[in-house]
């Protein structure tokens, strides 16, 4: 099977600067995405969000506000597919980064893979392709999984995962939005649909990131944008 290196992801910043990154997967969403960039900016925070690009281009508005209030912006595909081999033809991250690029002007400088799959053969293939180096993307993976994909978790859990889990240059999974519906592992069948999820799984993290916020600066971190951390030293 054919996968990506570790030595190609980037897990976390320089461990030397106490600066921390709040990242956001799924995005843009409706229900969730707006009220996460009023609590950022109500703490002076900046963030980075990974959009997928049939959301930007249902909510255009949204990925502009992202953007003109200065958080990082990813790649994270078109249709957070690569399941199938139509996945991989359509060109799932080119048509993001198209989209991206034809709503705010700018081609975005990060990509992560969908799911963390980076030894799924369909999302690896495409990837490579991609010709990432010639692009000057950066894949972006994290080194604090913040568990908000679990529906079950609490607000409290999550902070308390992730002020445990925290150093400097530290790259946090979150996630504003959902790429698809929830499905029964074993048949396949859709036990939560889309609009149901997007309503429902940021909620855990939105009610977690101001004690989050508060307990970084506190500790002496500054939360920023991946444009802002040094990534590469």
Known sequence: MISINDDLKIKHGNRGDKKIALTFDDGPNPYF??????LLKSQGVQASFF????????????LRRIHKESHSIGNHTFSH?????????????????ETIENIIGIKPRYIRVPGFGYGHPVRVRELRKYDLQNREYLI?????NSDDT??????TQIIEKVTREIKPGSIIDCH???????????????IKPLDELLK???KAIYQALPEIIRVLK????????LDKMNLLG
């Open 176 to 190: 504003d939005g959902c790429g698809s519906h929830k499905v029964h592992p074993e048949t396949g069948e859709v």
């Open 81 to 97: 597919g690569g399941d199938h081999d139509d996945d991989a033809k359509f060109g799932d991250y080119r048509r993001c980064e």
């Open 33 to 38: 995405t707006l009220k996460i960039l009023d």
């Open 51 to 62: 959009i997928i690009g049939r959301w930007a281009e249902k909510y255009p508005d949204i």
């Open 218 to 225: 506190s500790q002496g971190f500054e939360l920023v944008s």
């Open 140 to 144: 972006i993976d994290h080194d604090i």
């Open 150 to 155: 679990n529906l079950d978790i609490s607000p």
């Open 200 to 202: 429902e799984r940021p």
